[in-house]
């Protein structure tokens, strides 16, 4: 049983995630995680400012359930099934990151720099993180999903939309990394 | 019952994803300047074996554990919306390394910043929900 307590190969975590949409559908359900966020918008009066938010939360309550679920498997994989959670990425990248001023890449599960603690009383990690979360979240909502909606479930059904969708995804990514990272940090 | 069914899959799924390390902002670095084949492994497993159990289910028309039929509804038809939507989550991804998922896997993680990303990814649904009828869809 020592494997669980390293991180997974990808051949099990893909398993994984095709075992949970799976699950997902034998209860009549769909795997989709940022319709989350709209069903919170509205919880949190969105309805009484924009028509997109009015909708009944109700029916998705079962969806925040599940998201309860990801927050409580998080913190059991890294309290319990986690000794070194240090990720081990490609030499080449972690020397990339260094040169960009990521001293943790190599030794954390996150940069310290953005999540650390200290980060939170940093003002430009604080704005690189709030405007991350900004983009994710209009970002799904314009695409109908995520990650987990289209590059997941909506490419398992052959949905078109869905590889126009992560197809964008990459170029967003690509561009980020390659022409915004050296000018951001 | 139901209830602790969606919070046990929900389980499932975040220790996954930590597990993964599909939650790390290091892996979604390395993924898009192509250095490892990890997070390509994890999404491709994962579609290759999706498609199986979706082609499996149409085909069988396997009925779900409540005896419903399963109903899978095609996306709606539109270029630019998930073009530039795509787009714009694709930049938020790279930077914040998390996407919806993740992001709450690494709340339960401990890692406090995560709020701040999950607090402004429900700012910006909600802006686009101001927005939605002023974009191109």
Known sequence: MNWIFEPWPWYTSGAMIALVMFLLIMIDKTFGMSSNLRTLCTICGADKTADFFKFDWKAQRWNLIVVLGVIIGGFIASFFLTNDPSVTINPKTVERLNELGFQSAGDAYLPTELFGLSAMYNFKSVLILAVGGILVGFGARYAGGCTSGHAISGLSNLQVPSLLAVIGFFLGGLFMIHILFPLIF | ?137
């Open chain 2, 1 to 137: 019952m139901r209830t602790i069914s969606y919070l046990l899959i929900g389980i499932l799924f975040g220790i996954t994803l930590f597990k993964s390390e599909a939650a790390s902002w290091f892996r979604i670095y390395e993924m898009f300047r192509f250095e490892s084949f990890h997070m390509y492994g994890i999404i491709g497993t994962a579609v290759i074996l999706g498609i199986s159990i979706v082609q499996v289910i149409k085909r069988f028309k396997i009925k779900s554990f409540y005896g419903q039929k399963i109903i899978f509804y095609p996306k709606e038809q539109s270029i630019s919306r998930y073009i530039i939507g795509g787009i714009i989550f694709g930049l938020g991804w790279a930077l914040a390394g998390a996407c919806p998922g993740p992001m709450f896997t690494l709340a339960g993680a401990g890692f406090l910043p995560i709020l701040i990303v999950i607090l402004f990814a429900i700012i910006g649904t909600f802006l686009y929900g101001l927005l939605k009828d002023k974009l191109p869809h």
